[in-house]
């Protein structure tokens, strides 16, 4: 019997004979900047990307050319352009997703008090497309095309369970196969065992589970088919709620909204 892991690693190594190792190494060099290292030199890339001097060096002068990066004339480090936000952008504006559930989120924060997010699924991770931040003092801070881990967080649990079977068994594999052995270890029974429950129940309520101090709400969206789309949460710290609130008041809520908002995806996507 051939399994969904045997079928999709076949397929992987069948369509491998196309990637193109210039493209890729070109966009893990756009993925080594943040805001904890904004410039690199020459020597750190190659050292990142493991190969000698030479080899990026052609990726660079492109992607200078393109406008993505520049390299300063004085310290020979290169930093990103203002032009590399095109890519992204693009992509979320396309999406529709974050105009047509903006009007939903932004009363779900009014209604809640809390911050209220809107996330979809890019491989094992889960990346925000919306973000209304709560009023008040006590916010949480999450940035419009943050990528967080799917396994880990509410809005990457939601989605999850509400793939279909195949799929989310691919994902739980690709989860387990690359797992860092110096991270804490995904129980991959545990958390498939969890994804049922969350399927049954239409929500996850997490309590610091991945961040310590922060509750979270989140529940799924779903477009034509019954597929799911996205997900949306409400986020906010542990001293700004309680258990009773967040059962009688915010769960019914976020769900409500999630309800309201895949009725109207039905219709548009």
């Not at 060099?29 to 030479?54: C, D, H, P, W």
């Not at 889960?126 to 799917?150: D, E």
Request: charged content about 25%; aromatic content about 8%.
């Amino acid at each position: 019997m051939v399994t969904a892991k045997k079928k999709a690693e076949k397929k992987k190594s069948d369509n491998e004979k196309y990637l193109s190792n210039s493209i890729i190494r070109g966009l893990e060099v756009l993925k080594m900047f943040s805001v904890e290292n904004q410039t690199y030199s020459l020597a750190e890339i190659a050292s990142n990307l493991g190969v000698s001097r030479t080899t990026p060096y052609r990726i660079l002068y492109t992607l200078e050319e393109c406008g993505y990066i520049y390299q300063d004339s004085h310290t020979k480090r290169y930093g990103l352009r203002p032009k590399v936000l095109e890519l992204g952008f693009t992509y979320l504006n396309s999406l529709q997703l974050p105009e047509l559930a903006a009007p939903y989120l932004e009363r779900l924060r009014d209604e809640t008090g809390m911050s209220s997010h809107m996330g979809i699924l890019d491989g094992n991770e889960i990346v925000y497309i919306a973000r209304y931040p709560a009023r008040s003092v006590a916010t949480i801070t999450i940035n419009i095309g943050s990528h967080l881990p799917v396994h880990a967080t509410a809005m990457g649990k939601c989605l999850m369970a509400h793939l279909p079977e195949e799929k989310k068994e691919e994902l739980l594999s690709e989860l387990r196969a690359s797992q860092n052995p110096e991270a804490p270890k995904i129980d991959i029974q545990e958390l498939r065992n969890e994804l049922q429950s969350i399927k049954e129940k239409g929500y996850v309520f997490h309590k610091g589970e991945f961040e310590t101090g922060v509750w979270s709400i989140a529940c799924p969206v779903f477009g034509k088919d019954n597929k799911v789309v996205a997900a949306i949460n409400i986020a906010t710290t542990q001293h700004m709620a309680n258990e009773k609130l967040m059962k009688e008041k915010i769960i019914p809520a976020v769900c409500q909204t999630a309800k309201e908002i895949s009725s109207f995806m039905v219709l548009t996507i």
